[in-house]
């Protein structure tokens, strides 16, 4: 046999495999031993594969790979790939006989290296080759700008360690879980809607009957003190702290967080009734506290003593109104909390509505502090607790369907309560700090009413520009994070800025789309909107009314930022830092509207003191960004925010100025009355969002594009 074709064929000296080669028997022809063949030496030695490791990643796949789209996950949740060329295991789901492509089962729950934080791996939909083909060529429809606020809405409040998922179902071809995620959301944009309305209506008619004057200033002293205490004491820590630790007690407990619920609750339940009780044996003190000018009087305090009494006890209520609606939250459902205000509203409404038809408007009773009946003061107190008692007991059915049932329990050591107790200390000091400046400007509000003569230049006029300001926040920024505050506190308990950022971003671009048109509304046209709402209360207050809210107006920009950053100090259980930073915006607005009580007259003292509202908040969100952009590794998504912000002011400036202008020529032409104001409000408003909206369209801002064409894809609909 010739030898180099022996050697191809792998055969080396006697018969044996030569060193590298493959096995090779002996040939029995041959005797002795057999020199080595010269082409076959280090024939297979030299192998450039050797080395390679199978399981290394591809170069070219890994060139494309995503890595700010599928971070890896944190550390110690990685596991290390199996053997390689194995029969993978059986799979636990039976084969549909329908599809010959069966699309693989849904991963895990958890982060993994297939799926970005944020994509629920229970739901998340695997597409067969089959699916590919037949949708090939279906219209896809355009993305929803704001459908992933509401992501988490659906099964947030599940236990762990139940039953493994089945397979995701395939959708139905009308998108059912997208218009479930809408569905819920317009139920919770709605009610927060309607309970911000009836909560107007509730001002304006407790306005019509007590008047812009020192009988109005007494009882909205009386009627805020238990806000006020609530929140000093337990609310602040409810509100920003229990989120987060019964997201946590969800995850991690295995009875999904209800035992943890019924011990706070219950902790909660015992410390307000003993605040209750305390609170009204010291009232006369607390109107001191709350207002000096209103405390020397002896009418006015009497009245305001004898209100305060009849409104404290409604401190228990508020406080287990907001821990049955945290546990709601926590549990995905969002609308119980936004609709059950509602009930409070109307049960006032109507009792100051009996008031009005039994004694008549402030206009027409001339009644003051001195000469209010005790009948009166009576069904005013008796409305208003009851209002507060309505709201609470009406939580109990939406807890009962979710499968929550309340019981006592007494075993607060050694269950976590201490740990929620301890971050909610910095945030009592932190509403502390907030309240203090909120009792310096009572304080000044009510000694400039009162010094000034005029209706609408105290405390309630005050109030209640402040609470046609707040709506637009309460209505969009509030919605926008009790539906992201649980995504936000899992991102951080993941240990993933980069989720929290974005989530961040997100809710920041989307409420500045109807947050900064409408500050500028405010500016241009809250005169208009005052004397149209507050007639009842007479020209000249509901003027006073009007200049305030203008005033407040472009302050609720830094506000609503404000209130958006503080929730990512929340979600990582850091209640220092908003702390701090209430401190300085506390600090602020006290020292400033103290200037302006000393250096304007005192019919302007409370327009500066509006003003410096906004102020402060102004400079608190400049500490707040740069604290939270430390914390989130220096990067808070900072030119795309501000330049959103930039062009949508760009935008609404010259809308303003020109529905400004023509709603104070209306003014002008048809008079400040009912008619006037309206057609002013009606010419000038309608111009200015027009003149907005084409200007935004005009320089391609994307949220509000993004927004338009949802309300034209609903209305299409």
């Not at 806000?227 to 987060?244: A, E």
């Not at 107190?381 to 109990?396: C, K, P």
């Not at 102004?618 to 930039?646: E, F, K, N, P, S």
């Not at 200007?695 to 609903?714: P, T």
């Amino acid at each position: 046999m010739n030898a180099p074709y022996d050697g191809d064929r792998g055969q080396g000296a006697g018969g044996a495999a030569s060193p590298g080669g493959p096995p090779v028997p002996p040939d029995p022809d041959r005797d002795g031993p057999v020199p080595p063949d010269p082409y076959l030496q280090q024939a297979y030695e030299d192998d450039p594969y050797r080395a390679w490791d199978l399981a290394a990643q591809d170069p070219v796949g890994e060139a494309l790979y995503d890595r700010a789209a599928h971070p890896p996950p944190p550390p110690g949740t990685y596991q290390e790939p199996g053997a390689l060329y194995q029969q993978p295991p059986a799979s636990p789901y039976a084969p549909d006989p329908r599809i010959w492509a069966q699309p693989p089962p849904p991963e895990p729950a958890g982060p993994s290296r297939h799926l970005p934080y944020g994509d629920r791996p229970e739901t998340t939909q695997f597409v067969g080759v089959d699916d590919l083909v037949t949708q090939a060529a279906d219209e896809r429809p355009e993305p929803d700008a704001f459908a992933h606020l509401f992501r988490d809405q659906e099964g947030a409040g599940k236990p762990p360690g139940g039953p493994e998922p089945a397979p995701a179902p395939v959708p139905a071809k009308g998108g059912g879980k997208v218009s479930g995620l809408l569905k819920s959301s317009a139920v919770m944009a709605a009610g927060t809607l309607v309970s911000r309305l009836t909560g107007f209506v509730r001002s304006l008619v407790i306005t019509a009957a007590l008047g812009a004057a020192m009988l109005g200033d007494s009882f909205t002293i009386a009627y805020t003190l238990p806000t006020m205490i609530y929140i000093l004491t337990v609310g602040g820590g409810l509100n920003s702290v229990f989120v987060p630790q019964l997201v946590r007690a969800m995850k991690d407990d295995e009875d999904g967080g209800e035992a943890f619920a019924n011990r706070l609750l219950t902790l909660v339940m015992v410390a307000l009734g003993l605040i209750v009780a305390a609170a009204v044996l010291i009232a006369p003190v607390l109107i001191k506290l709350m207002s000096s000018t209103i405390a020397d009087d002896v009418a006015a305090n009497s009245v305001a003593v004898t209100f305060a009494r009849y409104c404290l006890p409604t401190i228990f209520f508020m406080g287990v109104h907001v821990v049955m609606g945290q546990i709601l939250n926590a549990r995905g459902k969002f609308g119980a909390m936004m609709w059950t205000p509602v009930l409070n509203n109307i049960v006032m409404i109507i009792t100051f509505g009996l008031f009005i038809w039994v004694y008549g408007t402030s206009a027409e009773s001339r009644m003051g502090v001195d000469t209010i009946p005790p009948e009166g003061i009576r069904l005013l107190g008796i409305g208003t607790l009851l209002g507060l008692a309505v709201q609470s007991l009406a939580m109990i059915p939406y807890l009962r369907e979710t499968g929550f049932r309340f019981r006592p329990r007494f075993d607060w050591k050694g269950h976590g309560l201490g740990k929620t107790v301890k971050l909610a200390k910095w945030t009592v000091l932190f509403v502390l700090a907030n309240q203090a400046g909120v009792l310096v400007v009572t304080q000044l509000a009510t000694s400039a009413g009162k010094l000034s003569g005029k209706d609408g230049t105290g405390f309630l006029a005050y109030s209640n520009a402040q609470l046609i300001w707040g709506m637009p926040q309460a209505i969009i920024t509030v919605s926008v994070m009790a539906a992201l505050l649980p995504r936000i506190s899992r991102a951080a308990h993941d240990n993933d800025p980069g989720a929290v950022r974005d989530d961040i971003s997100q809710g920041l671009r989307n409420s500045a789309v109807a947050i900064v048109p409408v500050a500028f509304t405010f500016l241009a046209l809250g005169l208009p909107m005052c004397t149209l709402l507050y007639a009842s209360s007479g020209a000249e207050a509901a003027r006073s009314m009007g200049f305030i809210l203008m005033a407040f107006a472009l302050g609720l920009i830094p506000y609503s930022v404000q209130y958006v950053v503080l929730r990512g100090f929340y979600a990582y259980e850091d209640t220092r830092t908003p702390f701090y930073n209430t401190v300085i915006v506390a600090a602020v607005n006290a020292a400033v509207s103290a200037l302006c009580y000393v250096v304007l007259p005192a019919r302007w003292a409370v327009v500066g003191m509006a003003f410096s509202y906004g102020l402060a908040y102004a400079v608190g969100v400049g500490v707040a960004w740069r604290r939270l952009r430390t914390r989130l590794g220096g990067d808070l998504d900072g030119a795309l925010i501000v330049r959103t912000y930039a062009r949508l002011c760009m935008a609404a400036l010259p809308a303003a100025l020109i529905g400004g202008a023509v709603g104070f020529g209306v003014l002008e032409l048809v008079g400040t009355g009912a008619l006037g104001s309206l057609a002013a409000l009606v010419c000038g408003g309608a111009l200015l969002l027009g003149i907005f909206f084409v200007a935004a369209k005009k320089m391609r801002i994307e949220e509000v594009n993004g927004l338009v064409g949802m309300v034209r894809g609903r209305l299409g609909r």
